[in-house]
C-alpha cells in the first residue's frame, strides 16, 4: 500500500527535484561519482522521465533505498510498469523487467561498508530490489 505525503515532505521533494536533482542528473548521466539514474514512464503522462539515485549493484541487478518512501514517483511508475524501466549504472543502461522488496540486512550488505553504516545509523530499513532483465527471463 502507497502511503500519502504530507505538505512538508511534498514541498521538501519539490525542493530537491528543482535544485539538486539536475546536479545529480548531470554526474550520473557522465557516469560520475555515486549516482545512477531510474527512467521510468509516467503512468498518466507517458512521458519517460529520469530520476537519479543512489544504487548498490548486486548478482540479480540493482538494490535501491527508499529514502522517501513507496509515495515518490520514480517507485510508483515501476510498480505501475510491472518492475519495467531501465538504470544506467556508471554510464551503461541495464533493463530492468521487475521491483521486489529486500530485507533490511540484504539491502545494507548490497551497500557495503561505509555506505551501510551511515544506512544503519540513519536507521533505513526500506530496500527494493530492481531485478536486471537477461535473456532468460526476456523469453522467447
Known amino acids: 500500500m502507497t502511503r500519502r505525503m504530507g505538505p512538508i ?6 525542493t530537491i527535484k528543482h535544485t539538486l536533482n ?4 548531470r554526474m550520473a548521466r557522465q557516469g560520475f561519482g555515486p549516482f545512477s539514474l531510474v527512467r521510468h514512464t509516467g503512468r498518466k ?14 548478482p540479480d541487478g540493482f538494490v535501491a533505498e527508499l529514502t522517501y518512501g513507496t509515495a ?12 519495467h524501466g531501465t538504470v544506467v549504472w556508471h554510464g ?7 521491483v521486489a522488496p529486500c530485507t533490511t ?36
Do not use: C, Q
Open 45 to 58: 503522462s507517458g512521458t519517460v522521465f529520469e530520476t537519479p539515485l543512489i544504487l548498490a549493484r548486486v
Open 105 to 140: 540486512e540484504a539491502g545494507l550488505a548490497a551497500f557495503g561498508p561505509p555506505a551501510s553504516v551511515v544506512l544503519r545509523m540513519l536507521r533505513r530499513h526500506e530496500f527494493r530490489l530492481l531485478h536486471e532483465m537477461t535473456e532468460e527471463s526476456s523469453g522467447p
Open 9 to 14: 515532505k511534498r514541498a521538501w521533494l519539490w
Open 22 to 25: 539536475p546536479l545529480t542528473l
Open 72 to 83: 515518490v514517483n520514480w517507485y510508483r511508475n515501476m510498480v505501475a510498469a510491472h518492475g
Open 92 to 98: 551503461r543502461p541495464y533493463a530492468i523487467d521487475g
